[in-house]
Each structure stands twice: as C-alpha cells, then as structure tokens.
C-alpha cells in the first residue's frame, strides 16, 4: 500500500494520502464493533478479517508515516523548523506509545 499512498500524496495531496489509511481505521472499527453488538459469539476469524481490511488500506505504519510526510512538507524552506515539527511527532509517538 506503500507506494500507491506514495504516488497519491505526490500526484494528489498529502491529505487524501493520511485520509485513506484512516478510512480504513474507520471501517475496521466499525466492524469490530459489529461484532461485539451483534454477534454475541466471539470467533477469531471475524477479527482477522477486520485487521485485513484495515491491511489493505495500509494499517498504522502508514498513517505514522503519512504524518510525518506531511509535516516535511509544511516546513520544506526552513530547516530549523522542520526539525522541531520531527521532534514533535516523535515526541508523540514516544507519549502515545507508553
């Protein structure tokens, strides 16, 4: 999914880039939700089928990736900025992740 996020950002924009891997996200949460409302036995096929779709759409390395593309590409004239946007979102990710 890589190099088709790659190719939209570049042709398109960046934004409809990060947007898709979050439909995604969308759409799997939906569906796991789906299934604790309405299914009320659990079966592991139905979760590999959400974290499929959510695959296909690029998953989180994408949407983590997306970001930080999009944030090289607000500072592209002014180093010093663009390094304190970097540090911001690894700064993010290092608070989200613990």
């Given at each position: 999914m890589?190099?088709?996020?790659?190719?939209?950002?570049?042709?398109?924009?960046r934004?409809?880039?990060?947007?898709?891997?979050?439909?995604g996200?969308?759409?799997?949460?939906?569906?796991?939700?789906a299934?604790?409302?309405?299914?009320?036995?659990s079966?592991?096929y139905y979760?590999?089928l959400?974290?499929l779709i959510?695959?296909?759409?690029?998953g989180?390395?994408?949407i983590?990736?997306?970001?930080f593309?999009?944030?090289?590409?607000?500072?592209?004239?002014?180093a010093?900025?663009?390094?304190?946007?970097?540090?911001?979102l690894?700064?993010c990710?290092?608070?989200?992740?613990?």
């Amino acid at each position: 999914m890589a190099p088709i996020l790659g190719a939209i950002s570049d042709r398109k924009s960046r934004k409809l880039a990060i947007l898709i891997p979050f439909v995604g996200l969308l759409i799997e949460d939906c569906t796991l939700l789906a299934q604790t409302l309405v299914t009320h036995q659990s079966n592991v096929y139905y979760l590999v089928l959400s974290e499929l779709i959510f695959g296909c759409f690029g998953g989180y390395l994408s949407i983590i990736s997306m970001c930080f593309a999009f944030g090289a590409h607000l500072c592209v004239d002014d180093a010093e900025r663009k390094s304190r946007t970097m540090a911001l979102l690894e700064g993010c990710i290092g608070i989200g992740g613990k």
